[in-house]
């Protein structure tokens, strides 16, 4: 039954994720991007893990998602105004693509999947072990992270100032 459940999230996902790209509005997209969100909550509920099903739901459903929708409304995208792209940005653009593309699959050629350590379905979702392993293994990437947001959020405080006084 879980794994009639797991394709058929997976086939929603898909579905929004494509729809975030081809959506002609911003808020279309931001709308699809919200239930793409939910749908990878649901994968987490199938892998036993609902704390951070829950935490997924609050972080990026919610208060991400508002940042982005005060992004978009900000900055007032109209396709009217938008200056048609170049020849060669749109080279520069299909080669960068193509670049990253190659980049990707040499990295995964590598990758044996018969190496990594068999996980115990029961133990995945617990908070002690995620914390455990969050503030452990991962501690700078969950550091670089922060940076991240704190920077997108400077950012956007930026972006939506009529004048700055220093």
Do not use: C, W
Request: net charge neutral.
């Amino acid at each position: 039954m879980d794994i009639y459940i797991f394709y058929g999230l997976s086939i929603l996902m898909i579905f929004s994720s494509i729809m975030v790209l081809v959506s002609k509005k911003g808020i279309h997209s931001l709308l699809y991007l919200i239930f793409s969100f939910f749908t990878l909550a649901g994968h987490y509920v199938l892998l036993n893990a609902q704390f951070l099903a829950v935490v997924h739901i609050i972080v990026y459903a919610g208060a991400i998602m508002v940042l982005f929708l005060f992004s978009v409304m900000l900055l007032n995208l109209n396709v009217e105004s938008e200056v048609p792209k170049s020849l060669y940005a749109r080279l520069a653009a299909v080669v960068a693509s193509g670049l990253l593309l190659v980049t990707l699959i040499s990295a995964l050629k590598g990758f044996d999947i018969s190496s990594t350590k068999p996980i115990h379905l029961s133990q995945i979702g617990t908070v002690e072990n995620l914390g455990k392993i969050l503030y452990s293994d991962y501690l700078l990437p969950f550091e670089i992270a922060s940076v991240l947001f704190i920077s997108a959020m400077v950012g956007a405080v930026m972006l939506g100032r009529k004048e700055l006084n220093f």
